[in-house]
């Protein structure tokens, strides 16, 4: 079957008042966004408080579907047959082919049900809906009708053309990007961040991502590893300003002056400090992070204060109660799941020490930091400033 245009439900920006419009703007946008890439003409305007899609030309039903799906604020996508309004008659028999062509087995129930957005239209949405009820009743005999719950509702909506619709495609649900500000996601090579990113996305929240990396301990693969999932993600996520910052000073000053247990919550508490400076210089209004609580060692509840003790801004951690395999099952839907799980080494897992501390405190660990205090200035100063900017996914 061919369809001329979807229409596309969203759900909670339904109920935001005088904004609104703002959010349909900015679902209009995401939704032109997502098909950019597309081979096909596509035409996205709102109308009466719905958005369409009409499809000109030729396209490719599964890949546009498969866009759509992962706009943010969308709950539900509707493919459309357009019928020219050539008089009721022979919307009766269209509407009939439509039933037949999709849906072979007429054990069924269904109903119809009208909407007349072109007023002039001679028969009132009560007698379109009973009429073309009718006509599939008598053309189709095994087929019922259910009122209450059928399993096909059949949608006509006059307009100036016909619109027929009765396939709802779940969408990605949440709000639209660009809706909720921005934030600073810090985004390693694992299966959590990027899922965390997507996550907080989901909410309407725009990403900019912080990666580091230790070379020449850590490969160009790995680090292409990370450009890799910062693209997935912003296929959802829109547009990732990724900042690529070289750690491996840093760690290598840590590794000589700090005890070794403590190196692994000593290098955290950097990382969130450059993650911070570039979110201020972004705009962002917060830090994401993958963890949950207890994973490892560094994500023990005393490990993640100690973590969050040097951030002025809010860290979302939209992981902290889920367990692995929850976030391996999120990881595998978004498809990131196969990219993490390549075998390239991480800057973390580099320098840790084989007996971690569990049960760090904040007064020790900042009093080993004070060992640094000779040259830290200088290299997080050379840190920030030698930063790769990698723009993904524009
Ligand atoms: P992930 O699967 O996301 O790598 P993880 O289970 O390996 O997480 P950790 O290595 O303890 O956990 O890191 C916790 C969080 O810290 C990550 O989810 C990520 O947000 C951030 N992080 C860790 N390493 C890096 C890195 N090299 N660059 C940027 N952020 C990082
Ligand atoms: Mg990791």
Redesign the pocket.
Known sequence: MRFHTFLLKYGEIGIKGKNRYLFEDALVRQVRRSLRDVDGEFVVHKSQARIYVDCEGDYDYEEVVEHLKRVFGLVGICPVVRMEDQGFEKLKEDVVAYMDELYPDKNITFKVESRRAKKSYPKNSMEISRDLGEAILDAFPEIRVDVHHPDVQVNVEIRNEIYVYSQIIPGAGGMPVGTNGKAM??????????V?GYMISKRGVGLSA????APPYTSERAKQKVVDLAKIVSRYSGPVRLHVVNFTDIQLYIYDKCPHDELTIIM?RY?MRIAEHFAKEEGCLGL????SIG??A??TMQSLAATNDVCTMPVYRPLIGYDKQEIVNISEKIGTFET?IQPFE???TIFVAKHPVTKPNVEVIRRSEERLSEKIDQLLREAVESVEIIEVGE
Do not use: K, N, W
């Open positions: 996601l810090l985004l390693s090579g694992g299966i959590d961040s990027p965390a912080t990666y580091f990396h955290r990382m994401i992070t993958g963890e994973q490892v560094s994500q993490s991480d800057c973390c």
